[in-house]
């Protein structure tokens, strides 16, 4: 049976001194209860986090009963992936993306094929774009509206281009019409490995998108009048600290929103 309506949670975690850390998986569990705890359906951890320990997190979205979209890296051979993987409420894994852009000169790692899967869930079509997939580059977005997604989580570890990032989100949701999970790392100074060396610390503002709902021609014609911005259709946006962030979203009806937008701009509607 489908659910209209869907508590999703942007988890902004601290990870413990660098990425590999094991420290990492039991405190994510922490937090994964704590957000099950509020009621959330689905939470979503930043790019690359816990990024080990994917049995660990599976079996505690079996205990808790909550869908997670979690960070791993994964080794193959001499390569390393960034991967965000949608585990489902009886803990298995029900779909699976590779970054396929890795940032050159910061990251160290291989890159996945774009193939940016559309994942079927109670709620509806769920899409992953793991950090610069979903705004510095227009594809990834553009694909899964045409896909059918009802909700895209763009998990991010995030350095010194938050302005950019957020401009860029709240761009994709005035242009798709679709909600937008996007979690970054709290404050923090980036290390993938112990021996690396300590970038300048920074994270925060992770941030839940959604539009409005619009019901008729006319809600439309006012918005396309106005002169103000979409900084409403932010929902919520993390300080620099760790916490989690909530919002309830109607998916039912922004899919509405989305077939009235487009049939108002192709003069469909009378």
Request: glycine content about 8%; hydrophobic content about 40%; some cysteine.
């Amino acid at each position: 049976m489908k659910n209209d309506v869907i508590t999703v949670a942007a988890i902004q975690a601290l990870p413990e001194s660098h990425l590999m850390n094991p420290e990492n998986v039991p405190h994510a569990i922490d937090l994964l209860e704590e957000a099950a705890h509020l009621g959330v359906d689905i939470a979503c951890f930043p790019e690359g986090y816990p990024a080990l320990g994917e049995d660990g997190i599976r079996s505690a979205a079996h205990d808790l009963e909550i869908y997670v979209v979690a960070g791993f890296l994964p080794r193959e051979g001499k390569d390393i992936y960034n991967e965000s993987v949608l585990i489902d409420s009886s803990g298995k894994v029900i779909g699976r993306h590779r970054k396929a852009y890795s940032v050159p000169g910061v990251e160290p790692y291989s890159c996945g094929k774009e193939d940016y899967p559309i994942i079927e869930t109670l709620w509806g079509k769920i899409g992953i774009l793991i950090c610069i997939e979903g705004w510095g580059f227009p594809e990834g977005f553009y694909r899964l509206n045409k896909a059918g997604a009802d909700l895209v989580f763009n998990p991010n570890l995030i350095f010194k281009k938050k302005p950019q990032r957020r401009m860029s989100l709240i761009s994709r949701a005035l242009d798709y019409k679709i909600p937008i999970v996007a979690p970054n790392n709290a404050f923090w100074s980036f290390k993938v490995y112990p021996e690396d060396q300590d970038l300048p610390p920074e994270g925060g503002g992770s941030l839940i998108l959604a539009p409005p709902e619009f019901r008729t021609k006319e809600e439309i014609v006012d918005f396309m009048k106005e002169a103000s911005s979409c900084e409403s259709w932010i929902l919520a946006e993390g300080g620099g600290d760790e916490e989690i962030l909530i919002a309830k979203i109607d998916l039912e009806a922004l899919m509405r929103t989305r077939s009235l937008w487009n049939d108002c701009f192709r003069g469909r509607l009378a």
